[in-house]
């Protein structure tokens, strides 16, 4: 039995003889294809609903009131993104081998310190809403009681999160059981919409649909983990925080670079609709959130494909060869850059036409923020690969200098260009912070990853 460098901890590597290695090769594409079929489902569900009930909410609340509720809800998902600690990550770098070893008692440790860093990212959005809602609502000029619901609704949206359980299911190959809840949120959001529009539509009536639509699946989630997994999650087992950094070497390391990174990222996506709404005004981000809407159609779908390969290259290079997990992920790489150009050519033939027979003309002035955006989704989606093989490999820091880099871009070209530009210029910035992101993640596989095993190229 051989040693490999996973990052912080050293892990075991088994000897594999070339019918094994076969073996795995083909149970890589397997496993990838079932699991990216379960995530693939709920994805393309969650794609195909949101257009229905995107459609609906705009021709029923009309580009102001549209506006009003984007602007809030993009508040709400910043201050998520910015407080949530990327748990499934952890749990997956972490938690892989601790499934195949039947580490139980092991693994119950590792969702005990993602449940602490779930708490603790939830005290910081509350203190953190409660400064943003009153500036949020003073510049719109909206009353103190719905300062108050602003930040209800946002601390709320935060406790729905279902990172953690999301990662025990995913580790334990439960993507079926991880799948259901994708696939309810956009059922409940269609569902809550019909009743809205039959009865009195408005921008807090499709929030708190929104709400439900992310709590319920919450709670369903759970309810799935405990019954499926029979964790011995006792507080007498829950380890020090001497005894988390003893069991897992350089865990606190990776899950500040991993949230940190994460947030760049996410939150620079969302923070630029609350921007422009402070700019420009609440119809603008509505524009611009439409726009990206349609962008994230694609993006989902990425997101699936993503999620299978971090989960199948973290158990190949856990367990297997190293060497096949790398040829592995540049296959991926090869078929995602093709899918890539596909989202393009479709965002630039059928943007405009879809986008006046879906929403209504009204709209029609975000259709340069869905072409950008659609084009920086595609950017995105070539280089989807990348960011979990540099996770894997233990280089949590170096995905969150290139997330970092990429917030740089935003902030520095929303500076430059919206003065101008308004809402088109904040697109024209996700595009070009896609952009370096991206060569950024690709300098840094060819470093970190391919460095390892010259014969393995991009």
Known sequence: MALIN??????????WGSGAMAEQKQGSGRRIL???AWLFLPKTTSAVLSLIYLAVSTQSLGAAEFGKFMLIFSFAQTISSFTSFQTWQILIRYGTTLVHTNSDEKLAELTWFCLILDIVGALLAFVVAVVGAWALTNNQGWDDSEAIAVIGFTALLVLSARSTPTGLLRINDRFGDAAIPDMLVPIIRLVGTGILVVTVPSAWGFLAVWLVSEMVPTIFIWVNVFRRLKLPLRLSKMPTWLGFQQSFPGIAKFALWSNVGSSFKLTSQQMVAVVVGFSVGATAAGFFRLGYQLGQVFARVGDAISMAIFTEYARVAHTGDPKDARNLLNRMIKVSGVAALLVLAIVGFAGKPALIWIFGAEFVAAYPLVMIL??????QFATLGLEPALLTAGKAGRVMLCSLAGAIVVVLMMIWLMPTYGEVGAAFAML????????LLVISYRQKVLRQA???VL
């Open 6 to 15: 996973g990052g912080s901890a050293l892990v075991p590597q088994l000897d």
């Open 454 to 456: 010259p014969e393995a």
């Open 374 to 379: 659609g084009t920086a989704t595609a950017v």
């Open 34 to 36: 079932q699991s990216g």
């Open 432 to 439: 070009g912070a896609a952009a370096v992101n991206a060569a």
